[in-house]
C-alpha cells in the first residue's frame, strides 16, 4: 500500500493486457470509477512521479463514500479508496495464469492465505455478497453465508480482496472540509492541557509505573524522548522508572531499574546518544530472560514498558507482551510473586518508539535520529565538495542503511551528488557503463567535482554487494579522475540532535504516556509514529513486518515489491534526484516535451531571504531544463524586473551548487507588483512567459493576490502561478511549513545550547533570548519547546505585567532551592514582536531589579543569523520536492484549457497541511485562511505547544508544591 498526494492507494500489477483489462472490468462491476489513465504508446500519456518505471499502461481507480448508491454500491464508509492497476509484462508474475484461478474452485482452498491482499470495511456485508451474486462473481464467506463478518474475492491479478464489518480500532474515516481548521500536531494534546488546567489527570488508586528504556542502536534524540516520558509520567500522575542499558538491565534487574526524579532528566534535550544506555542482550531472546525480566519489572511495580529502538528491539518487546500471562503463571507456581502480584500485574503495557538513524521503520515518515545523521551526513558532504572542487576529485562517499537507502537518497538530494546507490532500487546490468556516461557527461557541462553516495547496502541485481573501493576503480580507471574514498561510519550516530528530532521526540514521547494510559489488554501495542506534520499511533508488529518484509523482498531479489514497499514520498524523491541531479539518456530523449508544448517559466524571490529558496529554485530549474522548458530567473525581484529588466535564462550548471547555498542567488527584496502594475504587465509580455513561480514569504502571498486581481485589466497575467512559501516567520496562509522554518529553528536551537552553557556556568543566570518571526509565534515556541526554555512570549497571546511578575517569582523560588551542582542557568524565549512595550532590553531590567540578587540577568538578541547559513537537509529535501510538484502543476495548467487560466484554480499556493501537499486557490486562501492586517495565516497550528512546553519544563502546580521540580 502506498500513497499520492496524502491518499492511500494500492497498487496491483497485470502481466498481460488480457490480464489487464480483466482486472479493469472486475473493480468497474464493483463500483470503482476510473480517473486517470496512462499509456505508454500514446503520446499525449505523461509519466508522472506516481507512474512506476516498469508500467507500460497505469488505470487509477476511486470508489466514494457517501449515500449515494450508484457511486457506492459497496457501501464503503471510507472517502479516499484509492488503487491503480499497472500492466507490466517485465515483471515476474508467474504465478498468475489460468490455472492459478482453479484455485478458487478447489473444495477447502481458504484465499485468506493469500498474500497479496488488502481489504476494506464494509457496515453491511449483504450488500457487498448481493454484487458479487449480481455479477456473478466467486467469493468466499466466513463464517458462513448468511451471517458473514468476513467476504473474500479473488481479483483478475491475483489480489484478494477481503470485506469485513469489523472497524480496524487504528483507523480513522476523515473527511477533508472546505473550512481549514487548527488540527493539532498531536491530537491528545488538547484533552491533556484540558485535564492538567482542571486538576483531571488520569489517575487510579494506585500510580501506574511506567518503564523506560533504549535499544539497539543509539540515535541522537532518544535522550529527548526519555526526559518527554518521564515528565510527561509525573504529569500524568505516573512514576517513571529507567531501566538502563536496554533489555540487559531488564534482565539483570536490581540498580539498573531506577526511578526517575523531575530534576533527573534536565539538560537532557541537547544530549546525544542514550544517557540510560543500550546494549545487546542474548539472554533475553530466551524465555528464561524474559522469564527474569518478568519478576524484574513486577518487583518494581512496573506494568508498561516504552521502549525506543529499531524493529529487532519492539519485535522483542512485543513477543514479552505476549508471553507475559504465561509468565506471570510461571512466577505464580514457583512461588517467586504473590497472588495478589499476579492479578494486579496480568497484562504488560508495551509502546514503542522507533529511534533508527537509517529512518527504516514502515509506517511513519521520520524516526527519532534520522534527520540527525542526515545533518552530519551533509555537512561532511558539504566539507568534501570544497576540497574536491580545488583538486576536481571524485569522491566515493559510503553512509549508513543495511536494508533503507533513506539516508543515502536524501543526502544525494540535498548535496547534489551525481550518483547514489541504494538497496530497494539496484543499478541494472550494465550499470558501470551508464554511470561512467553520466558522470562524463556531466563533467563535459563543466562540473569539476564527482560526488557518488553509496548505501552501505548497496547491491546489483545479483545480491552482489557494491562496495565503495569497486566504484572508486571503476571512476579512476574508467574516466581518469583522481578518486578519494570516506565512509562516515559512526560520525553519523553522534554529534548533538538537530531541531527536529527534539520536537519528533518530544512530541512522541508524550504521546507514548498517553498510548499507555489508553491502552487495554485488547489493543493491540502500538508504535508512535509521524505523517507529515500529525503525530499518529499504527500496531506495532504490523509495521514491524512490513519493515522486515523489505529485507525479504530484496533477498529475493524482488525489487519491484522492495521498492514498492516503501512509501510513495520514497519514490517520489527517487524521481525527483533523478530529474534535478543526474543526466541520462532517458532524459535526454523520452523526458522532453515537444517543441510546441515548452513553455517560459519564470521564477522569482519575493520578500526576506532564508534557507531553501535557491534550493527550491535549482530543483524547478533542472526540472524545466529536462522537459525541454526554458526558466527564466528575475534577479532583485519586481524592482529588478520593471526597472532594470534583469530576467536571464538559467543553465544547468549556473544552479549546479545552489542546493547549499543560503539566502537568495537571485537577489530578492519586500516590493510588490504594485510598485508598477501596467510594467509589470509589460515585462511579462515582452518576455512572454507562460508560467510564474513566486518563492518567498508573506510579501510573496501579497504578490500572487496583487496579479491574481490584476487579470481583469491585465491579460497577459492569465497564466499559471504559484507562491512556493519560504519565510521563517512560517505566516503564509495555506501551508503548515515555509521553507527556512527547519534551517532557522537549527540555528536557534545551536545559539541557544551555547548560552545555556555561558548561563549553567555562572549558575545563576537568565538569559533572554529574542528570536525574529514577526507577529508569528512559530519560531518563539518550537524554539522554547526544543531548547528547554522556561517561559516563551508570543504576540499571539502578548505580554502582561502579571505574567511577568508570575515568571519572576517562579524565577526566585527556583533558585533559592536549587543548590549546587543542581543549579542550571534559565533561558526564556520571546518573539521580537510579543509586545511594544516590554522588549527584550525592559524585561531583561526588570528581571535584574526583581532579582534581590538571587540570579543574574542577561539579554541576547538572534538577529538576522536565523535567515542565513546553510540551509538544512530537511529544507533542501523539501525545496525540492516541493518545487518539483510546482513546475508539474504549472505545466499541467498552461496545458489546459485556455479558458481556466483566468480562473482561481490557476493561481495558488502549495502547502503542507496535515498528512497533505495540496494546493489552495489564492482567493480561497484570503478568505478563509488569512489576517490580512496582521499579516499571517489564521491556522496556528503550532499554539498548543507553548503550554505543552510550560508543562514539560515546569510541571503542574501540585508538582511545583510538592517539589518534584524545585529540588
Not at 515528565?231 to 534482565?251: D, F, H, N, Q, T
Not at 487495554?520 to 522486515?548: C, D, F, H, Y
Not at 513553455?599 to 531544463?625: D, E, K, Q, S, Y
Not at 530537511?874 to 504549472?890: K, N, S
Amino acid at each position: 500500500m502506498s500513497s499520492s498526494g496524502g491518499i492511500s492507494y494500492f497498487s496491483l500489477v497485470a502481466p498481460t493486457i488480457e490480464r489487464f483489462n480483466e482486472a479493469v472490468s472486475f473493480y468497474i462491476k464493483i463500483g470503482f470509477k476510473e480517473v486517470v489513465l496512462y499509456d505508454i504508446l500514446q503520446l499525449k500519456s505523461v509519466r508522472l512521479v506516481d507512474h512506476a518505471d516498469t508500467s507500460q499502461r497505469e488505470t487509477w481507480f476511486h470508489v466514494f463514500g457517501g449515500e449515494n448508491k450508484e457511486e457506492n454500491p459497496l457501501g464503503l464508509t471510507s472517502n479516499a479508496i484509492t488503487l491503480k492497476i499497472r500492466l507490466c509484462p517485465d515483471c515476474d508474475l508467474s504465478k498468475i495464469g489460468d490455472s492459478f484461478y482453479n484455485e478458487l474452485n478447489k473444495e477447502g482452498k481458504d484465499l485468506r492465505a493469500r498474500r497479496s491482499s488488502f481489504s476494506l470495511f464494509v457496515p453491511d456485508l449483504k450488500k457487498v455478497t448481493e454484487l458479487m451474486q449480481k455479477n456473478e462473481i466467486q467469493f468466499q464467506s466466513r463464517p458462513d453465508s448468511n451471517n458473514p463478518i468476513e467476504v473474500h474475492v479473488m481479483d483478475p491479478t491475483g489480489t484478494v480482496i477481503g470485506f469485513t464489518n469489523k472497524p480496524n480500532p487504528f483507523s480513522k474515516t476523515s473527511i477533508p472540509s472546505s473550512n481549514p481548521k487548527e488540527t493539532p500536531i498531536l491530537a491528545s494534546i488538547h484533552q491533556i492541557i484540558e485535564q492538567v488546567s482542571d486538576q483531571n489527570v488520569k489517575k487510579s488508586g494506585i500510580k501506574r509505573r511506567i518503564g523506560v528504556m533504549t535499544s539497539g542502536g543509539d540515535s541522537q534524540g532518544m535522550n529527548a524522548a526519555v526526559r518527554a516520558v518521564v515528565r510527561m509520567s509525573y504529569i500524568r500522575g505516573c512514576e517513571p522508572y529507567a531501566i538502563y542499558e536496554g533489555y540487559e538491565g531488564l534482565v539483570k534487574g536490581g540498580s539498573l531499574i531506577k526511578k526517575m526524579e523531575w530534576h533527573d532528566v534536565r539538560g537532557w534535550l541537547s544530549e546525544g546518544g542514550t544517557l540510560i544506555g543500550t546494549a545487546r542482550c542474548s539472554a533475553f531472546r530466551e524465555r528464561s530472560g524474559r522469564l527474569l525480566s518478568a519478576r524484574n519489572l513486577i518487583s518494581s511495580g512496573i506494568d508498561a514498558l516504552i521502549i525506543c529502538g529499531g524493529d529487532g528491539s519492539l519485535t522483542g518487546a512485543d513477543i514479552f507482551r505476549a508471553e507475559w500471562p504465561g509468565l506471570v503463571q510461571e512466577l505464580l507456581a514457583n512461588g517467586q510473586i504473590t497472588e495478589e502480584q499476579a492479578k494486579h500485574y496480568g497484562h504488560l503495557t508495551i509502546v514503542g518508539l522507533v529511534g533508527s538513524i537509517d529512518n527504516d521503520m514502515s509506517s511513519t515518515d521520520a524516526t527519532i535520529g534520522a534527520y540527525s545523521s542526515l545533518t552530519r551526513i551533509c555537512e561532511s558532504v558539504d566539507s568534501i565538495f570544497a576540497t574536491a572542487y580545488s583538486h576536481s576529485r571524485a569522491f566515493v562517499i559510503e553512509v549508513m542503511g543495511r536494508h533503507c537507502g533513506w539516508l543515502a537518497l536524501m543526502a544525494g538530494i540535498s548535496t547534489g551528488a551525481d550518483f547514489v546507490f541504494i538497496p530497494e532500487k539496484p543499478p541494472q546490468p550494465g550499470w558501470e557503463d551508464r554511470m561512467c556516461k553520466v558522470l562524463a557527461k556531466h563533467r563535459d557541462l563543466g562540473k569539476r567535482t564527482t560526488i557518488i553516495i553509496v548505501a552501505e547496502g548497496a547491491i546489483d541485481t545479483e545480491l552482489k554487494p557494491i562496495r565503495p573501493s569497486y566504484l572508486r576503480d571503476i571512476c579512476s580507471q574508467k574516466l581518469g579522475l583522481d578518486t578519494r574514498v570516506t565512509t562516515l561510519g559512526h560520525t553519523q550516530r553522534g554529534g548533538v540532535p538537530c531541531f527536529y528530532d527534539r520536537m519528533l521526540a518530544t512530541l512522541q514521547g508524550v504521546e507514548a504516556v498517553e498510548a499507555v494510559l489508553d491502552s487495554t489488554p485488547e489493543t493491540p501495542s502500538p508504535m508512535i509514529g509521524i505523517t507529515e506534520n500529525r503525530i499518529s499511533r499504527k500496531p506495532l508488529m504490523e509495521a514491524v513486518k512490513l519493515t522486515q518484509s523489505v529485507a525479504e523482498a530484496i533477498a529475493s531479489k524482488d525489487f519491484e515489491k522492495a521498492i514498492g514497499l516503501r512509501d510513495s514520498e520514497f519514490v517520489e524523491h527517487l524521481d525527483d534526484f533523478r530529474w534535478t541531479n543526474a543526466w541520462s539518456e532517458e532524459l535526454e530523449s523520452g523526458f522532453k516535451l515537444s517543441p510546441d508544448k515548452r513553455l517560459r517559466i519564470a521564477i522569482i524571490h519575493v520578500g526576506a531571504p532564508c534557507g531553501g529558496m535557491n534550493a527550491a529554485t535549482r530543483a524547478a530549474a533542472r526540472w524545466c531544463i529536462n522537459r525541454g522548458h526554458t526558466p527564466l530567473a528575475i534577479s532583485n525581484g519586481f524592482p529588478g524586473l520593471v526597472r532594470h529588466d534583469a530576467v536571464h535564462e538559467l543553465d544547468w550548471m549556473t544552479v549546479d551548487d545552489w542546493i547549499i547555498r543560503g539566502g537568495s542567488e537571485m537577489g530578492t527584496n519586500r516590493d510588490t507588483p504594485d510598485i508598477d502594475m501596467g510594467m509589470t504587465a509589460f515585462s511579462f509580455q515582452k518576455h512572454k512567459f507562460d508560467a510564474l513561480l513566486i518563492i518567498g514569504g508573506f510579501e510573496a502571498f501579497t504578490a500572487l493576490g496583487q496579479l491574481t486581481k490584476a487579470r481583469s485589466s491585465y491579460p497577459v497575467f492569465r497564466i499559471p502561478m504559484v507562491c512556493l512559501p519560504a519565510t521563517i516567520s512560517n505566516n503564509v496562509p495555506a501551508t503548515e511549513f515555509s521553507l527556512g522554518t527547519d534551517t532557522c529553528l537549527n540555528v536557534v536551537v545551536h545559539y541557544c545550547d551555547t548560552i545555556k552553557q555561558s548561563a549553567s556556568a555562572s549558575r545563576r543566570r537568565v538569559f533572554v533570548v529574542e528570536v525574529q518571526g514577526g507577529r508569528s509565534g512559530y519560531i518563539a515556541v518550537l524554539g522554547g519547546l526544543t531548547v528547554g526554555a522556561l517561559a516563551i512570549y508570543t504576540p499571539e497571546e502578548g505580554i502582561s505585567l502579571k505574567g511577568l511578575s508570575d515568571d519572576i517569582e517562579y524565577l526566585k523560588l527556583a533558585f533559592s532551592r536549587e543548590q549546587g551542582d543542581s543549579k542550571r542557568g534559565k533561558l526564556l524565549i520571546r518573539n521580537e514582536m510579543a509586545s511594544p512595550t516590554y522588549s527584550t532590553e525592559v524585561m531583561g531590567k526588570m528581571l535584574e531589579e526583581e532579582a534581590k540578587g538571587k540570579f543574574e540577568s542577561r539579554t541576547s538578541v538572534l538577529g538576522h543569523v536565523q535567515q542565513g547559513g546553510t540551509p538544512s537537509p530537511m529544507d533542501r529535501v523539501r525545496a525540492t520536492r516541493l518545487a518539483v510538484r510546482c513546475m508539474r502543476f504549472l505545466e499541467e495548467k498552461a496545458h489546459g484549457p485556455k479558458e481556466s487560466l483566468s480562473k482561481d484554480e490557476s493561481s495558488v499556493v502549495i502547502g503542507i497541511k496535515g498528512s497533505n501537499v495540496v494546493f489552495t486557490p489564492f482567493r480561497e486562501a484570503e478568505e478563509k485562511e488569512t489576517e490580512v492586517k496582521l499579516r499571517k495565516s489564521k491556522n496556528n497550528w503550532w499554539k498548543d505547544l507553548k503550554p505543552l512546553s510550560d508543562l514539560l519544563q515546569r510541571g503542574t502546580p501540585d508538582l511545583i508544591r510538592n517539589n518534584y521540580v524545585l529540588q
